[in-house]
């Protein structure tokens, strides 16, 4: 079946503009996640969402960023205002139940934001 | 003290021979793990599982050391296609959710 998919797979954008960045999980998984990934260094968590629960957005880096989830489908981050700071690859996961110790995530090929 | 903390190497190995490092963690009610593996420019990929005192996986073996709060992997007879980046991965057990902390990595390299 088919993996986690993002889109763009690469947005360049000017410093001051709003961005959307889109993760489509794999069916039938209820958690998600978004992480940063600046060049060379790890990953860095931001929100994750599971099934109707409220979402853990304490990876958040500040009020420019946010995320919507549909159901347990499809979920945007946004980043308004960029600024040189945010360019990074935004790295999507999915996994099923999200509880226990033994879901693995699956992750998306990312999305390479470069703000010039 | 970060919660999850590797030496980001690189570790330069020589093709065949063995290779070992260690991934530190500041939850000690943690109580699963695992490896991923991340190819350059590529998406992270899980490698191993961790639950218990370690897990053995073809050339890969991974342990855990409770008491000193630490897992750690070790890679025999190394291969080229084994130069990767490998991420400790902490898992945050919560009842809504279970929340990922990766350290910043370990990257190996192997040479011929």
């Known amino acids: 079946g088919a993996g986690v998919s993002q889109s763009p797979s690469n947005k360049v954008t000017e410093k001051g503009k709003d961005v959307e960045l889109r993760c489509d999980p794999i069916?039938?998984?209820?958690?998600l996640y978004w992480y940063r990934q600046r060049l060379g260094q790890g990953l860095e968590f931001l929100i994750y969402?599971?099934?109707?629960?409220?979402?853990?957005k304490s990876g958040l880096p500040s009020d420019r960023f946010s995320a919507e989830r549909t159901g347990e489908s499809v979920s945007t981050l946004t980043i308004q205002r960029t600024q040189q700071e945010d360019s990074a690859v935004y790295l999507c996961?999915?996994?099923?139940?999200?509880?226990?110790?033994?879901?693995?995530?699956?992750f998306g090929p990312g999305t390479r934001l470069t703000v010039l | 003290r970060k919660e999850v903390e590797q030496d980001p190497g690189p570790f330069n190995v020589p093709e065949g021979a063995t290779v070992a490092f260690n991934c530190t963690y500041s939850?000690?009610?943690?109580?699963?793990f695992f490896w991923y593996r991340q190819d350059c420019r590529k998406e992270p990929k899980l490698l191993m599982s961790?639950?218990?005192s370690g897990n053995e996986d073809g050339r890969f073996t991974a342990q855990l050391n409770r008491a000193s709060q630490y897992i750690s992997l070790l890679i025999r007879d190394s291969k080229l296609s084994d130069s990767a980046t490998y991420l400790c991965?902490?898992?945050?057990?919560?009842?809504?959710?279970?929340?990922?902390?990766f350290g910043g990595g370990t990257r190996v390299l192997v040479k011929p």
């Open positions: 996961a999915s996994s099923t139940t999200g509880t226990g110790i033994n879901n693995e995530q699956f």
């Open positions: 069916s039938g998984h209820t958690a």
């Open positions: 969402f599971q099934g109707n629960s409220a979402p853990d």
């Open positions: 939850n000690s009610a943690s109580q699963s």
């Open positions: 961790v639950y218990s």
């Open positions: 991965v902490v898992p945050m057990i919560k009842a809504a959710g279970n929340k990922l902390t």
